[in-house]
């Protein structure tokens, strides 16, 4: 299971067409970068599992590898 966290108070993140935090009424936009390269990946969902895309490396990076930064909007 994917865990989507708030990266300031570790609460479970709620989705309202963002991603938002009720303890820090603040909402945030997930980034997810190659581990690799370092740039922005796509995501790609096959077969009820997600897999990440780098058009950079043009290889297909796992979940647990990629790096997810939260940015605050
Ligand atoms: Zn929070
Ligand atoms: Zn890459």
Do not use: I
């Not at 570790?10 to 581990?35: A, I």
């Not at 990440?52 to 605050?72: A, G, P, R």
Request: hydrophobic share 25%.
């Amino acid at each position: 299971m994917q865990q989507n966290q708030c990266p300031t108070c570790q609460s479970d993140l709620q989705w309202d067409g963002q991603y938002f935090c009720s303890d820090c009424q603040q909402h945030y936009k997930k980034l997810v970068f190659c581990p690799e390269c370092g740039n922005e990946v796509e995501k790609l969902k096959a077969c009820g599992a997600v897999n990440y895309f780098c058009n950079t490396c043009n290889e297909l990076k796992s979940k647990s590898k990629v790096k997810v930064n939260w940015e605050k909007v």
